[in-house]
């Protein structure tokens, strides 16, 4: 571009920027049909927001957090939550959005009782689990004990146990939900690059490996960031499965506000959410990027 | 190259069928046209060559092996899709050497066979370029790439020309012809359009509802096709078809169902009187003193020639002439078909009645006399 074309856009700009109105006479109608959405923004996200970062405005809060052992332990837990069960959900559902593709009608009858758990409400199903997972009655050890003699683990009472038990929970319910959409992903794959590739001679591997995941890439990484977010947010795989026990020691940051409701303490409580920011908003930031391309 | 043989081969989708035992030889290094209406099975069949589709009975050889089992892969085909279907994530040089990077070809090698392609094709400048990033045509000749650089038997070709603009179009058919010449690899090439297997095809195939109608060479079908179907579908325009009888005082005519008199070379013996389809090609329509009178409705002028839908006696009729005429239309004009070009199909099963135009012998009567 030659450089006055370049000086006159910039006039222009300058012009525009400068004579930019706040309002155009035809936007103002627009503008009236936001209120009400705005106003329920600020009644029900601005202000429980502000609120409680106002709360947690003291440093001292933090001092006391990060001064609690269950904040690190926590914070550990949080991390290894997210790092496994999220890997293990996404390849998982990776592998079953390729054997779901196949058409067969047992196949779709299968989706359909797959898709259950997810559609179940939360709360009486992780209830059931723990009911089931119960040392003394449950369905689980009870039948361990008819078939061996012997008594199975105490499943919840070890922490480690129990956390691997929560992440299970949180698979087994989230699966669905992103079998489904990587489905979706895989079936907007033109079929006829896989019958070149066949001609091609490639095998079912590198069909996968040249076609499959080239197109889904994008979708399981977005996929992958989308559940992380909402993992941080899980608060009922843990629980509604541990309640946090034993002894506190399988708590995850959504659920560690509830330890210190319960020990009357608001000021930790918001504190330990906001310990969460630094979590979620990079990948808050990296979704809407992702998302505005 | 190789011969390939089609044998009664059926194909069925479910429970219904839609290809009724096909039978087709292909001889090493032809270029054979598949050519039918939408839905009549042309790319059902192409796919079962391929090996993308089972077949449900018959058998397919390609040189000397039958390929009735044999996956894709092992069939040494090469398949060019109507939507091309470039791997997308993939370079054109990648896309055109995809085949051999999956046999474990050095990357050397991979690039001493796409080069060559990629001249031939003009697409040395473009090599790095992604799928998105090039036009409708330049993708097509990619796809072409791609099947040229393995060197397989045979190539397959379904519809490759049909998202192209007509004159893109016109330049890839020689393009993909003069490619045939050069390589002599045996091609079937499926297409809807009469006027591309007419220019294309060494040998075409016509296809009606999954079976095959007449097999010939281009100009065998437009100057003998064997019935009905096959005349109007080859030839452009179509040609023109009335209903009527043989009439035979002193010589042979035919009489219209409307009443009109159109002459006939010869008709066949004993058939005066009997029921029967008149066809004659637009372009084998003169004018003459002694001809059938018409009134013009249409005049088409293309430059070259002029094309004049008239109607004779209340009946459409399409006529080309090379010779600029000025007719308006409600003109009266004489039309006066070449004896010499009609063709006479039985008016019950479009069968082709031998023995109408001078040249044939008359050796058909007594199976003519079955049908009526
Ligand atoms: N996968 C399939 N399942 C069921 N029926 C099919 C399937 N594929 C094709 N058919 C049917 O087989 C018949 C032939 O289809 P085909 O695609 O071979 O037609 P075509 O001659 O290539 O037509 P076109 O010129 O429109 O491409 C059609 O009636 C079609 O509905
Ligand atoms: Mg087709």
């Known amino acids: 571009m030659s450089s006055p074309a370049v000086a006159k856009e910039a006039v222009v700009i300058a012009a525009t920027g400068e004579r930019k109105p706040w309002l155009r006479p035809g936007e103002l109608g627009g503008m009236l049909m936001l209120v009400p959405y705005i106003l329920v923004f600020a009644a029900f996200v601005l202000y429980p927001v502000l609120y409680g970062l106002w709360l947690a405005r003291h440093p001292a809060s933090y001092a006391t957090l990060i001064a609690d052992p269950i904040f690190l332990r926590t914070v550990v837990n949080t991390l290894v939550f997210l790092v496994i069960a999220i890997n293990v959900k996404m390849v998982l559902a990776l592998l079953l959005s390729g054997f779901f593709m196949t058409p067969r009608w047992w196949i779709k009858v299968l989706a359909l009782i797959f898709i259950l758990p997810w559609a179940l409400p939360s709360i009486p199903t992780i209830l059931s689990v723990r009911f089931m997972l119960n040392p003394e009655w449950g369905i689980v050890n009870s039948t361990i004990f008819r078939l061996t003699l012997e008594d199975g683990p105490n499943w919840l009472n070890d922490p480690r146990l129990a956390l691997t038990l929560a992440m299970l929970v949180h698979i087994w319910k989230a699966l669905p939900f992103w079998t489904v959409i990587l489905t979706a992903g895989r079936l907007a794959i033109p079929t006829e690059l896989y019958e070149a590739a066949a001609i091609d001679g490639a095998s079912a591997w590198q069909r996968f490996r040249f076609i499959t995941w080239p197109s889904t890439r994008t979708l399981y990484l977005t996929c992958t960031l989308l559940s992380t977010i909402w993992t941080l947010g899980d608060f009922n795989s843990v629980y509604l499965l541990t309640g946090g026990g034993p002894a506190d020691l399988t708590h995850v940051l959504a659920t560690l506000g509830i330890r210190y409701l319960r020990l009357d303490q608001v000021d930790l409580y918001m504190a330990a959410v906001v310990c969460a920011l630094p979590f979620v908003l990079p990948l808050v930031y990296f979704m809407t990027k992702r998302l505005s391309r | ?372």
């Open chain 2, 1 to 372: 190259m190789a011969v390939v043989a089609i044998r009664e081969v059926r194909k069925k989708f479910g429970s219904a069928e839609v290809i009724h035992g096909v039978s087709i030889d292909i001889a090493d290094g032809e270029f054979v046209v598949l050519v039918g209406p939408s839905g009549c099975g042309k790319s059902t069949l192409l796919r079962t060559i391929a090996g993308l589709e089972e077949i449900s009975g018959g058998e397919i050889a390609i040189g000397d092996r039958v390929v009735n089992d044999l996956p894709p892969k092992q069939r040494d085909i090469a398949m060019v899709f109507q939507n091309y279907a470039l791997y997308p994530h993939m370079t054109v040089a990648e896309n055109m050497g995809f085949s051999l990077r999956l046999r474990g070809a050095s990357k050397k090698e991979i690039e001493t066979r796409v080069r060559p392609a990629a001249e031939i094709l003009g697409l040395l400048p473009l090599l790095d370029r992604y799928p998105r990033q090039l036009s409708g045509g330049q993708r097509q000749r990619v796809a072409m790439g791609r099947a040229i650089v393995r060197n397989p038997q045979v190539f397959l070709f379904d519809e490759p020309l049909s998202n192209l603009d007509a004159k893109l179009r016109v330049q890839m058919r020689t393009e993909i012809k003069e490619l045939h010449q050069r390589l002599k690899t045996t091609t079937i090439y499926v297409t809807h359009d009469q006027v591309e297997a007419m220019t294309m095809a060494d040998k075409i195939v016509v296809m009606r509802d999954g079976v095959v109608e007449q097999v010939g060479a281009p100009l065998d079908l437009y100057d003998r096709p064997e019935n009905l179907f096959v005349a109007s579908f080859i030839g452009s325009p179509a040609m023109n078809v009335l209903e009527g009888r043989i009439a035979q005082d002193g010589s042979a005519t035919f009489v219209t169902s409307a009443g009109a008199v159109l002459p006939l070379a010869h008709a066949p013996q004993g058939s005066a009187g009997r029921a029967a389809v008149y066809g004659i090609r637009p372009e084998h329509i003169g004018l003459a003193n002694d001809g059938v009178s018409a009134e013009v409705v249409v005049v088409e002028p293309t430059g070259a020639e002029i094309q004049v839908f008239a109607r004779i006696k209340g009946e459409e009729i399409n006529a080309v002439f090379r010779e600029r005429h000025r007719f308006a239309s409600g003109d009266a004009i004489r039309l006066a078909p070449d004896p010499a070009q009609v063709h006479l199909f039985d008016s019950q099963t479009g069968r082709r009645i031998e023995g109408a135009d001078p040249d044939q012998t008359l050796g058909e009567e007594r199976r003519l006399e079955k049908t009526t």
